[in-house]
């Protein structure tokens, strides 16, 4: 029977950990506004559509198919609103607010760029050796809440599981139930909160 030393075994664990980060695991960075509000979301979006555009595909599919795969995956997140994401023109989604996704965009684009004028935003068509991706809950043409992410691919580009992953995990921070500055989380409860 062959003894495995402590020091032996962390550093397999360490090559194991360093391993899973560079083969794909996705990486985000979010912020909300102070126009943010969950309630808010939830009061526009329960039993409605929400209307999401799609700008860039970096898959070998047609644009539809990669809409669906973004609202798909956008939906498998069980927390929020009962809301149909659409790619499609919806009478029934509220003419305010929309999501925008942007796959592989310009390196400089902001949140509120993105929300004020999303047709005329191109995302890179293709697969790239890293993927990455900016999301903005929008009210008019500003962004009320933002989240980039990344996942890096290989030279056939980012699988397809690494961005399904991404974008549940970009949904989820779209949407926190509580604001980053919120006094209420800090344990505020004072006349000046």
């Known amino acids: 029977m062959r003894h495995i030393s402590w020091r032996h075994l962390s550093g397999l664990l360490l090559a194991g950990v ?27 979006a329960d ?16 644009q539809s198919d990669m809409d669906q795969l973004v609202t798909s995956n956008m939906a498998a997140m069980p927390r929020g609103p009962k809301t ?15 999501v925008v996704w942007l796959f592989n965009g310009p390196r400089t684009m902001q949140p509120n760029e993105l929300c004020n004028n999303p047709q ?36 056939q580009g980012v699988p397809r599981e690494g961005v399904t992953t991404l974008v549940q995990q970009m949904t989820r921070e779209l949407f926190p139930t509580v604001q980053k500055n919120d006094p209420q989380k800090d344990g505020c409860r004072g006349p000046l909160c």
């Open 84 to 98: 149909n994401y659409t790619t499609a023109k919806s009478t029934n989604a509220h003419p305010d607010y929309e």
């Open 120 to 155: 005329a935003v191109n995302g890179q068509t293709g697969p790239a050796a890293q993927l990455r991706v900016l999301a903005a809950f929008c009210r008019y043409d500003k962004a009320n809440s933002w989240v980039e992410g990344w996942v890096d691919g290989g030279p």
């Open 18 to 44: 360093v391993t899973a980060c560079a083969s794909g695991s996705p990486r985000t960075l979010s912020e909300q506004y102070f126009t943010y509000d969950y309630g808010d979301f939830f009061r526009v």
């Open 47 to 62: 039993g409605r559509d929400t209307q999401v555009i799609v700008r860039g595909n970096p898959f070998a599919m047609s």
